[in-house]
């Protein structure tokens, strides 16, 4: 008996000790993967919910286990304990439909706002400010579009997001770029199992589904009208929108970082992403240079390099034609990937890869060469590209990047028809290439 108590002291010692240990692990909530720092409506909705619940359960817990408690001691056995048993009974109407009622009310005070919750989440709201024609100063619009929100069909793939943007004619991929204030509509969906679309700080979940569409709708801080209620102001002039700016600017304009929420594969947990807020003009910006696409790395035109390409290959010189020569060519890139500007590079099975020198990671955000600056580390990005062309496999272990039906990097074969691998130079080469792409 000493022994079994012994060892139940210990058991409870060393619970206490982990659940001390998990509690501090996780004592910094200001991160970009946070629940509980909350950067939009949705999120502090749902935060706000949680926090309802978790004060009704715990006030419940403290009832139960304080009567538990009070039963234990009040009738525990006594050395010597002379006292007869207590009356034994069963069944009491009254003390049933007390917690009948009480189960009820709770059940209320619970599902009201949650009911409240769904719908304030399902219907994406018609905020002036954040139609299109009221901010986006980027190319003409039809009317339609114009009295609409931005729209992204936001779609997943085994391990990798696609984000498309119909009403500006972009695509890009693991990085999603949104501005900072408006009314954001998102269309989920999945092309080959059920993936999850988790942003911590913004919104919940939303599934992505194979064979039917889901739609949710994010922002990232407060319209104008709502930040002026929060704030108890009233009015409307430069200096109210001045201060506006200022709050979108100090506490808003930054990146957070996604994850898939349901499991999805061996990859699951290296499916990443990373939505950034930014201003009006940096995101018209932004959609200018994707937009925009690529030239040739000697300036000539694509007509012009294509035909020396297949005439006189030995022509194209320097590092940055030789990786885009096995861009084309032996490296198979442009089988399955886009890049805007290129009018051959215009594969759709793997991500989009126009300014991928400019984002600050690869491999659905696995790969990550953003400085704490906020500026990309050059020496890592070019360190990230060399590993993930020369290694996939190990990088992110079943991508279709290794063996794909349009040819990957598993299945390369020399001019004689014998399986060949890319060598460390041309892997070089190539991963110098990419990181031009900006």
């Not at 048993?85 to 003390?95: E, K, R, T, Y």
């Not at 890139?333 to 020198?357: E, F, K, M, Q, S």
């Amino acid at each position: 008996m000493k022994t079994i108590s012994s060892g139940f002291c210990r058991f409870i010692q060393y619970f206490s000790a982990l659940i001390v240990v998990a509690f501090l692990g996780g004592c910094n909530l200001d991160t970009r993967m946070s629940t509980f720092v909350t950067k939009g409506p949705i999120a502090e909705e749902q935060l706000n919910l949680f926090m309802l619940t978790v004060w009704v359960t715990g006030i419940i817990f403290v009832i139960v286990g304080g009567v538990f408690v009070y039963a234990v001691i009040k009738f525990r056995e006594r050395p010597n304990d002379d006292r007869p048993m207590p009356s034994q009974g069963h069944g009491n109407p009254l003390v049933e439909i007390g917690l009948i009622g009480a189960s009820i009310l709770l059940l209320a005070i619970i599902a009201v706002p949650t009911l409240r919750a769904i719908w304030f989440t399902q219907e994406t709201p018609d905020d002036p400010e954040s139609r299109l024609g009221a901010w986006y100063q980027g190319d003409d619009l039809a009317e339609e579009e114009a009295e609409n929100p931005l729209i992204i069909k936001v779609i997943g793939y085994q391990w990798w997001w696609a984000f498309e943007y119909p009403q500006l004619g972009i695509t890009t991929a693991n990085e999603m770029i949104i501005p900072a204030g408006k009314v954001v509509h998102l269309e989920l969906r999945s092309i080959d199992v059920i993936h999850s679309f988790w942003l911590p700080r913004i919104a919940g979940k939303v599934d992505l589904i194979p064979g039917r569409t889901n739609s949710m709708w994010i922002q990232t801080g407060d319209n104008f009208a709502k930040w002026k209620e929060k704030q108890g102001l009233e009015g409307e002039g430069p200096e109210l929108r001045q201060d506006y700016a200022k709050y979108l600017e100090e506490e808003i304009h930054d990146y957070y970082y996604g994850q898939c929420a349901e499991y999805c594969g061996e990859s699951h947990a290296r499916m990443l992403f990373r939505t950034t807020a930014v201003d009006d003009q940096a995101f018209a910006e932004w959609v200018a240079e994707e937009k925009a696409g690529h030239g040739t790395p000697d300036g000539k035109s694509w007509d012009e390099w294509y035909a020396a390409y297949e005439e006189t290959p030995e022509e194209l010189t320097g590092d940055l034609n030789e990786g885009l020569k096995l861009f084309m060519g032996r490296a198979k890139c442009a089988t399955c990937h886009t890049v805007n500007g290129n009018p051959r590079a215009v594969g759709v099975a793997g991500p989009n890869l126009t300014n991928i020198g400019s984002r600050q990671s690869i491999a659905a955000g696995w790969l990550n060469h953003r400085a704490e600056d906020g500026s990309i580390d050059v020496e890592k990005q070019y360190d990230n590209l060399y590993k993930w062309i020369h290694e996939p496999e190990v990088v992110k272990p079943g991508n279709l990047m290794w063996k794909a039906n349009g040819g990957g990097i598993g299945e390369l074969i020399d001019e004689h028809g014998e399986p060949a691998l890319l060598t460390d130079e041309e892997v070089s080469k190539l991963s110098l290439y990419l990181q031009s792409l900006k």
